[in-house]
DNA sequence: CTTGACCTTATAGTAACTATAAGGTTTAGC
DNA sequence: GCTAAACCTTATAGTTACTATAAGGTCAAG
């Protein structure tokens, strides 16, 4: 039996949001000690593990909260698990092409920048780039 | 001079968020007209469309709000500009870095699911390599 | 004169927590 | 026996950038 402190530091996770997550109904509602202490085993080591490592592949709480149900009525939730996991794979390959567009413009706004003359007046500043991007006179995306 | 609804129309900035705005000082309070609705003017506009395209280059409100800071002082903000953007980029291209990293993970334990036997036990259901990881025995990062 | 489309304010909710306040418990040292 | 620290407890507010909702006032058309 360890108390919220030990377990916190046997997985990392924060004495709050170990709290949080039984709030929320990801860990169980825990026994408590005679001093109203909550006490835990290895099974909610073990289960605040899977929690973390799921987290760490960015997986939502809800989520997570979805998987451990299946596994709590011994159903392998393995085929609800591969979807989760394929719908994450895409969206993160969306983030990452999202994100590539958003460098590489602000690279050229960037490097514009670097390029202007030091007496600036502002309709030549970096700021009226923010507005206008590189003279594209054309709206583009929704 | 334009209600709450045109300045949306125009910039398409919903009201709420326009609202929003004027409540975190963003955008200066504005007239009413004798029945209390707010009116805008072109400054107005041409402001909240500077928003607009900062927002698209992911610059968070608080940032925005400092550059808007200078630019109502007459100084040009480009340097502070200039400064944030290089601090964007690197900010995003370290979440690219991450995100690679992440789906690499993800695409492999996905792999790993597929090549799996039908007839499942937990020990070696996804849920399983959840938890692991594919074996390897030692943490890595920080 | 009523219906619908506007506008107003204020408040709560989102995700995944962190931080703070205000207090109870336990252990160690003096 | 007392005090200080290092724990634990609950409840509430804050974070970011908004959206959604409630409950109501205003205005133009028919």
Do not use: W
């Not at 290895?42 to 289960?47: C, F, I, K, M, Y």
């Not at 996991?85 to 990452?96: D, L, P, T, V």
């Not at 490097?111 to 600036?120: K, N, S, V």
């Amino acid at each position: 039996m360890v108390s919220i402190g030990e377990l916190s530091q046997q997985t990392g996770v924060s004495t709050q949001a170990i709290r949080y997550y039984e709030q929320i109904k990801l860990l169980p509602v825990p026994k408590r000690a005679g001093n109203s202490y909550r006490e835990y085993d290895d099974s909610d080591v073990e289960r605040l593990q899977f929690v973390t490592r799921a987290r760490q592949l960015d997986f939502a709480l809800g989520d997570i909260a979805e998987i451990l149900a299946f596994r709590d009525q011994n159903e392998p939730p393995c085929q609800y698990v591969m979807n989760v996991m394929a719908q994450q794979i895409s969206a993160i390959e969306e983030r990452i092409a999202d994100l590539q567009r958003l460098r590489d413009e602000l690279a050229t706004l960037h490097r514009a920048g670097l390029t202007m003359p030091e007496d600036i007046e502002m309709k030549q500043c970096v700021c009226h780039l923010i507005k206008t991007g590189l003279s594209n006179e054309d709206g583009n995306d929704e």
